[in-house]
């Protein structure tokens, strides 16, 4: 029986689920239910992001434990997924015992591997993305995306070797091998990797950041949230035992804010752990709600559940992947459902 692995990115527990996280996981949905019809055997894998500095620093400001924060959050998920009908195979969380363990062991792997070095890392900090930034990254000195000015940093971090892999992932994205759509997306990550790819930083102190997973050759280091959450795809399968089954995954589909992520060091990662890459990166574009960009600040943050209790799921899903082409922007308006 011919099998299909789906995926989408993990969803970050900062905050409630909305109309963004409901798009990509319905149109996963619609993927693993079409494969089924096919009688394929189907593996589809969500779940939720939960360490790192923002969701430490939210916690923090509401007087709860960060646990205790991303277990309300992630059963917003969850329950929201139930109410559009998500017929998901796993439901992962990134606090999951399992994961923690293999996240270690696979921490320790490239460090003994000459993979992970100690050195200083200093770059823009956007909390926001919970990602570094060049400077050619900002935009009148902030974050583009979250339009804050990033901290410069300096401080001493243990470092993964991505630019080992520049030239080995410029081979396998030009040659297809590692298939990114539409192809308007592979074009820019081929210029991306073309200006150069710098070594990255995977860990923090720990007494700057203690929500996250230790590492386990230096105790006063916490890991990165990017290795943390990538490598859910993996121990999303091991959790139940399916792993050798349905490795590699045949699409993961994921927003545009995160491509760059998912086109340099998740197959780095892949690469230098002897896996399989996966087959098909699909990119789907940003959202705008009635033409401006989602954000809490704007609070035009448009709720799931509010538009599953008043439309009815199969309207949702319906009328969200016929109103915005796959793989382009797409503007979202109550107006228009109705």
Same mark, same amino acid.
């Given at each position: 029986?011919?099998?299909?692995?789906?995926t989408?990115?993990?969803?970050y527990?900062?905050?409630?689920?909305?109309?963004g996280?409901?798009?990509?996981?319905?149109?996963?949905?619609?993927?693993?239910?079409?494969?089924?019809?096919?009688?394929?055997?189907?593996?589809?894998?969500?779940?939720? &992001?939960?360490?790192?500095?923002?969701?430490?620093?939210?916690?923090?400001?509401?007087?709860?434990?960060?646990?205790?924060?991303? &277990? *309300?959050?992630?059963? +917003?998920?969850?329950?929201?997924?139930?109410?559009?009908?998500?017929?998901?195979?796993?439901?992962?969380?990134?606090? /999951?015992?399992?994961?923690?363990? &293999?996240?270690?062991?696979?921490?320790?792997?490239?460090?003994?591997?000459?993979?992970?070095?100690?050195?200083?890392?200093?770059?823009? &900090?956007?909390?926001g993305?919970?990602?570094y930034?060049? +400077?050619? /990254?900002?935009v009148?000195?902030?974050?583009?995306?979250?339009?804050?000015?990033? +901290?410069?940093?300096?401080?001493?971090?243990?470092?993964?070797?991505?630019? +080992?892999?520049?030239d080995?992932?410029?081979?396998?994205?030009?040659?297809?091998?590692?298939?990114?759509?539409?192809?308007?997306?592979?074009?820019e990550?081929?210029?991306?990797?073309?200006?150069?790819?710098? /070594?990255?930083?995977?860990?923090r102190?720990?007494?700057?950041?203690?929500?996250?997973?230790?590492?386990?050759?230096?105790?006063?280091h916490?890991?990165?949230?990017?290795? /943390?959450?990538?490598?859910?795809?993996?121990?999303?399968?091991?959790?139940?035992?399916?792993?050798?089954?349905?490795?590699p995954p045949?699409i993961?589909?994921?927003?545009?804010?995160?491509?760059?992520?998912?086109?340099?060091?998740?197959?780095a990662?892949?690469?230098?752990?002897?896996?399989?890459?996966?087959?098909?990166?699909?990119?789907?574009?940003?959202?705008?709600?009635?033409?401006?960009?989602?954000s *809490?600040?704007?609070?035009?943050?448009?709720?799931?559940?509010?538009?599953?209790?008043n439309?009815?799921?199969?309207?949702?899903?319906?009328?969200?992947?016929?109103?915005?082409?796959?793989?382009?922007?797409?503007?979202?308006?109550?107006?228009?459902?109705?």
């Amino acid at each position: 029986m011919k099998k299909f692995y789906i995926t989408t990115p993990i969803y970050y527990t900062n905050s409630s689920p909305h109309i963004g996280s409901a798009y990509t996981t319905i149109a996963a949905d619609v993927l693993a239910r079409w494969h089924r019809i096919k009688g394929e055997n189907v593996f589809f894998l969500t779940g939720t &992001d939960e360490h790192g500095q923002k969701i430490q620093e939210t916690a923090e400001k509401e007087g709860i434990k960060p646990k205790e924060f991303v &277990d *309300k959050i992630t059963k +917003e998920f969850k329950e929201s997924f139930k109410l559009l009908n998500i017929s998901n195979d796993n439901f992962i969380r990134t606090t /999951d015992k399992e994961h923690e363990k &293999d996240v270690k062991r696979i921490l320790q792997e490239l460090y003994d591997k000459k993979y992970i070095y100690k050195g200083y890392y200093e770059s823009y &900090d956007c909390v926001g993305c919970e990602q570094y930034l060049t +400077e050619t /990254d900002l935009v009148n000195g902030k974050c583009p995306l979250h339009k804050r000015e990033p +901290e410069l940093r300096k401080e001493e971090a243990y470092l993964f070797k991505l630019s +080992e892999f520049q030239d080995q992932l410029l081979e396998l994205i030009k040659s297809g091998k590692y298939c990114i759509l539409p192809e308007k997306m592979r074009k820019e990550v081929i210029t991306f990797i073309e200006s150069g790819l710098k /070594d990255i930083s995977i860990s923090r102190l720990k007494e700057k950041i203690y929500w996250g997973i230790e590492l386990p050759f230096d105790k006063d280091h916490s890991c990165f949230v990017w290795i /943390d959450a990538l490598w859910n795809y993996i121990t999303g399968l091991k959790e139940k035992n399916k792993f050798k089954e349905f490795w590699p995954p045949n699409i993961q589909l994921m927003a545009r804010d995160i491509l760059r992520v998912h086109a340099t060091i998740w197959p780095a990662l892949v690469l230098a752990t002897g896996n399989k890459l996966p087959k098909t990166l699909f990119i789907h574009g940003y959202f705008t709600v009635n033409g401006q960009k989602m954000s *809490k600040s704007l609070g035009n943050v448009v709720s799931p559940d509010y538009l599953v209790k008043n439309y009815g799921a199969d309207a949702l899903r319906y009328f969200l992947l016929r109103e915005i082409p796959f793989g382009q922007d797409g503007d979202f308006s109550e107006s228009s459902l109705v």
